[in-house]
């Protein structure tokens, strides 16, 4: 029988201790975040940061994000983040929209984006479009918007929105490219876009086509507008939305789809990857030994190695292999079964 691994050889989180454990330490609504409300672990930067594993794949979207706004002479570019399990598309929208208020604080972030080479300020707007209503988009203190192109001008220009974008301000209507342009401040502008999907099923025909007119003529001149960047959310590879995508595309069926709007001119990540394991393990724990987790993995590879002798077939042969025993070192203190289970089934 194996030996029992202490348990202070893995630390929880205090949050954890106290018996915290909620939805939020794995899921986050982006309206309340942007709000500066909601857990702590979402909405204090500090404590999101200390949270947070920089995934090799979340670090590439933020230095491709900040290295864009940081240089006037290269083009803008558009990003499109597709659905991740244990802090995807949303911890990444969340990471980006904390670097970007706080882009001063050098020290702020700093695993995920070097203090050296950042932009001086950026003009943040950021919206949770799956949560936007009819025929009121957002209201907010001292103004209301009914649609997208006017909600992000108004987080663009801090709180106003620009008169002539204010009389196109309707989901059916559509401002002309010129008028997109103008919505824009002076330096590093970035537009953080999630769930479009929700809303538009909640769009009739002719708003859904201006919906995505208004996307598509805003990736162009997100894209030839320099220090500037998009991105926007796309969960149609996630089960949950599995019916409202399906809905749309059948609705959309005499129009163009959103994935044919962004996919000539966006360029596509997943902010997880094969890192799932090292993103939950940071949530929940405080420190872990990673002496432990060889031992561990070790007493493994030796035990599955031993019972495939003995008992032939009752093992899938990877569990066998290094590979595997490398996983149990990732995936530590839970067992890679556990992880998958929680990724694919659950």
Not at 162 to 184: G, N
């Amino acid at each position: 029988m194996a030996r029992r691994i202490p348990r202070k050889l893995w630390v929880p989180r205090p949050e954890i201790l106290r018996g915290e454990l909620n939805d939020a330490v794995f899921g986050a609504d982006f309206d309340v975040v942007v709000e500066g409300k909601g857990p702590k672990v979402y909405s204090d930067p500090k404590t999101f940061f200390r949270n947070t594993y920089p995934t090799k794949r979340l670090k590439t979207i933020v230095e491709l994000v900040f290295s864009r706004l940081a240089n006037p002479k290269e083009a803008g570019a558009a990003v499109r983040l597709s659905t991740g399990f244990g802090g995807g598309k949303t911890h990444a929208l969340i990471a980006l929209l904390h670097l970007a208020k706080n882009i001063s604080k050098l020290t702020m972030g700093t695993e995920l984006l070097p203090a050296a080479g950042r932009p001086k300020k950026v003009a943040v707007a950021a919206v949770d479009i799956g949560k936007a209503g009819l025929p009121v988009f957002a209201q907010h203190d001292k103004a209301r918007t009914h649609s997208l192109w006017c909600e992000v001008a108004y987080w663009l220009n801090r709180g106003r929105v620009p008169k002539e974008m204010a009389k196109v301000d309707d989901p059916t209507k559509q401002p002309h490219a010129a008028l997109i342009d103008k919505m824009f401040p002076d330096g590093p502008a970035l537009i953080l876009l999630d769930e479009p999907v929700k809303y538009m099923a909640m769009l009739g025909e002719q708003a859904r086509n201006s919906f995505l007119k208004f996307l598509d003529t805003l990736v162009s001149a997100v894209l030839n507008r320099p220090q500037t960047v998009l991105v926007i959310t796309d969960p149609a590879k996630q089960p949950t939305y599995a019916l409202p995508t399906a809905q749309v595309d059948k609705a959309l069926s005499s129009a163009r789809s959103l994935s044919e709007v962004l996919g000539r001119k966006v360029s596509d990540f997943d902010p997880i990857g094969e890192e799932t394991a090292r993103v939950i393990s940071r949530r929940l724990f405080e420190s872990i030994n990673l002496k432990a987790a060889q031992k561990v993995s070790a007493q493994y590879l030796e035990t599955y190695q031993r019972i495939a002798s003995e008992h032939p077939g009752t093992l899938p042969p990877e569990a066998m292999t290094s590979a595997y025993a490398e996983r149990i070192v990732e995936c530590y203190p839970f067992h890679p079964r556990l992880m998958e289970t929680a990724q694919n089934r659950l």
